[in-house]
């Protein structure tokens, strides 16, 4: 169907165009962000679209623009501060209109104004909350910011609150809401009246694999008393094979020293090519000549016999960082200091 300047799109019929005109490549990457369903209709309606004049073209791609724009005013400063710049930019209807198409179809994050805000300062303003609140805002920040926050708080508080986070599920708008009063949050919720899944053990994995190792032994040691099983889960998606990237090249040396050979072929029949170069820059080039060929010659393996043999790997790893043979890169615990 032939899209013209005189036609009122539809939400879908305007994400078409849009897609249309971004190109193959930069559509590509937008559907991997979205659902099944949403690709089967866009994919559909793209395939209906013959034609987009250039008008039309750059009216969605406009107004896409100015929605964007509105959100991250929304983002840095709450929708009076978008309202006040668009305004200044669009003037007072059109500045009405894209909040108001914002507010309809997307969502803010909770806590995104506090996500800039300086780690030690933040630490300053809520380590005195309830465990709940400290897990709750947590759970909204990015993971480095996070781990540096649970890594300053006191001994005793930092597993109930790895904890806390682990096993949150869904938490009430309201309840965000009032949290975001309580920190003086100047971002305005947009929160939909649907309940916001945060949290789980993902969350908390993040963190962990972030926050200083005395930290985190702390952390997996007291949950290994108090929630063996959550431990456990924990412990099972934290450091995982291809975080042995985060290693310099003395610690792979040191880690292979200790690996099976059979063992190390399997591993890398499963892993990115990022790894395996980092792994073969740090044999000798006969070893490498003889893994590769042990690579070609077993020919297709069972996923499950990779993910064996990466765990050895990654159990050794942990093993050589526990005795202080090799240092992971990870974020530090004296970088707030209380």
Known sequence: MARNADE????LQKAAVLLISLG?????????????????????EIANTRSV????????????????????????GGIGYAKELLEKALGADKALDVIGKLTASLQVKPFEFVRKTDAT???????????QTIALILSYLAPAQSALIISALPPDRQADVA????????????????????????????????YTIIGGVDAVVEILNTVDRGTEKHIMET????????????????FVFEDILLLDDRAIQRVLRDVDNNDLAIALKGANEQVQNAIFNNLSKRLAVMIKEDMEFM?????????????????????????????????????IIV
């Open 223 to 238: 949950l290994e008393i108090e929630e063996p099983e959550l431990a456990d889960e924990i412990r099972k998606k934290m």
């Open 163 to 194: 904890k806390r986070i682990a096993v949150m599920d869904r938490t009430s708008p309201d309840v965000i809401k009032e949290v975001e009063r309580v920190l003086e949050s100047k971002l305005a919720s947009l929160v939909n009246q649907d």
């Open 299 to 335: 020919g297709p393996v069972r996923m499950k016999d990779v993910e064996e043999a990466q765990q050895k790997i990654v159990n050794i790893i942990r093993k050589l960082e526990d005795s202080a043979e090799i240092v992971i890169s990870r974020g530090g615990g004296d970088e």
């Open 8 to 11: 009122k799109l539809s939400g």
């Open 121 to 131: 300062q933040l630490l300053n303003f809520i380590q005195d909350e309830h465990p």
């Open 53 to 76: 004049t250039p008008q039309v073209k750059e009216e969605v791609i406009e107004e896409f623009y100015q929605v964007c724009l509105a959100q991250q005013y929304i983002a840095e």
């Open 24 to 44: 193959p490549e930069k559509s590509a990457n937008i559907f991997k962000h979205l659902k099944e369903e949403e690709i089967e209709e866009l994919t559909l």
